[in-house]
């Protein structure tokens, strides 16, 4: 559709053209204002330069949206850069405005995109709104300004509900900011209250930890100071029983020899106990102090199996000491040595029939030593206890020698000195694990 622009009247009907059309093609009501406010204003600034210029509104669709074009021209050329400075906010009530020389004269072009609700704009439609404005007839300025005036009253309602929704909000959130501080202080207190209790209960803990400690340093010297002391008359009654029995002595009766043996049976496991009371003390009070060198297992495994050898007396056990597939370590060979002999007089003493094995891998950057028996095993319940002080399993019978519940506590203890861990696997009638897991260096 084209409007020729001539005198002031024509902005008026321009205008009232502009607000039939958007709202025939289905634009909102307000872009209706929008789009008739901004064509009146393009106009009156093109008519108020002294030409003649031309309204065209086309239909423009490219596939996605559909979009409202108008288009005022004017015959003269010129001027566009002052143009395009005057018509600067008019360009915010469009989606686009532009000014341009197309060689002629100069053009204004607008667009504004149509909702996707907008019905679809076939062509009897187009020509359905096309007769429908041709047969318009225009209003006179005043019926102008009355609708001008409605829809100035709409705006300023709209605007004065946005700002009253705006200072409710505002309001809205300056009650969730003073609740979220408030919230903060309570935790921060909160958090302030627990670090406070959490740094008492620290200090508790060190205290009663060193106090533990001391306990500890002075139950282990007791226990080193009256071992030692207890060594020497034991050790001297071990001789007198000896000396009393001996061919050389006075004869006794068969009662009194009976008796001495008793005597030096007794004597001889009270020493055992307290050069094992001795041997743990020390370990426990850090009086151990590991002699690190290179050991050589082949040698070492060599001597136990010497050594070891007169206690496998049944010929119903097999006593294997594989070849180490370790060549050597970095470790403390005493206390090494005392672990494995410890672990295999143990396995000895609680396999009647079967195998009695030890073994050394590599597993990772450690060296793992096992001693496995096929005797009575330990119930899972007792795998921890077995390591505490004086402990023997219920009802556990060794095949040779008493025991004094204190080997397996003092071969932990040197593991643990010698860097490492010793564990137990076992189930009660297949037989046991004992692992001992050292650092290779
Ligand atoms: P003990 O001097 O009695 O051998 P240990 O501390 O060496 O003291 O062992 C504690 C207890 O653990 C033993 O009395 C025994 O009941 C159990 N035990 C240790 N080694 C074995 C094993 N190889 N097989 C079965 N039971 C074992």
Do not use: C
């Not at 672990?343 to 009695?356: H, R």
């Amino acid at each position: 559709m084209r409007v020729r622009l001539r005198v002031e009247q024509d902005v008026f009907v321009v205008r009232q053209l502009a607000r039939e059309v958007a709202r025939e093609v289905g634009l909102e009501q307000q872009d209706q204002t929008r789009l008739a406010t901004a064509l009146s204003e393009v106009s009156r600034v093109v008519l108020a330069a002294g030409t003649d210029a031309d309204v065209t509104f086309t239909v423009q669709q490219d596939g996605v949206s559909t979009a409202l074009r108008l288009a005022v021209e004017r015959r003269s050329s010129g001027g566009e850069q002052q143009l395009r400075a005057e018509l600067g906010h008019v360009g915010r009530l469009m989606d686009m405005l532009e000014v341009e020389n197309d060689g002629t004269g100069t053009v204004v072009w607008m667009a504004r995109r149509l909702p996707a609700s907008a019905p679809r704009l076939t062509q009897e439609r187009m020509d359905e709104i096309r007769a429908g404005l041709a047969r318009h007839v225009p209003g006179s300025p005043l019926d102008e300004l009355n609708v001008q005036n409605q829809q100035l009253i709409a705006a300023l309602d709209e605007v004065r509900a946005q700002r009253d929704e705006l200072a409710r909000l505002n309001a809205e959130l300056e009650e969730t900011n003073r609740g979220v501080m408030a919230l903060y202080h309570q935790l921060s207190e909160e958090l302030e209250e627990t670090n406070r209790g959490v740094v008492a209960l620290y200090a508790e803990l060190d205290e009663k930890s060193e106090q533990l400690a001391a306990a500890s340093e002075a139950k282990s010297r007791f226990l080193a100071n009256v071992s030692h002391e207890l060594r020497a008359p034991v050790t001297a009654v071990i001789g007198l029983s000896r000396l009393l029995a001996d061919e050389g002595s006075d004869p006794l009766t068969d009662e009194q020899r009976r008796q001495v043996d008793l005597i030096r049976g007794s004597s001889s496991d009270l020493l055992s106990l307290v050069n094992d009371l001795l041997d743990l003390a020390k370990a426990e009070a850090g009086r151990l102090e590991p002699v690190w060198e290179e050991v050589d297992l082949k040698a070492m495994f060599g001597q136990l199996r010497g050594t070891l050898r007169p206690l496998a007396t049944r010929p119903e056990v097999d006593f294997r000491i594989d070849e180490p597939a370790v060549a050597s370590m970095r470790s403390d060979e005493v206390l090494l040595a005392r672990v494995l002999r410890n672990l295999l007089t143990n396995a000895l003493k609680f396999t009647a029939e079967g195998e009695v094995r030890l073994a050394v891998r590599p597993v990772e950057s450690d060296v793992e030593f096992t001693v496995t028996d096929t005797g009575t095993g330990i119930p899972a319940e007792l795998h921890e206890r077995i390591f505490e002080e004086f402990y023997q399993v219920p009802g556990s019978k060794a095949l040779n020698g008493k025991g004094t519940g204190l080997g397996l506590p003092y071969a932990r203890r040197l593991a643990g000195i010698l860097g490492g861990a010793l564990r137990v696997r076992s189930t009660p009638g297949e037989g046991s694990t004992f692992t001992l897991r050292l650092p290779a260096s």
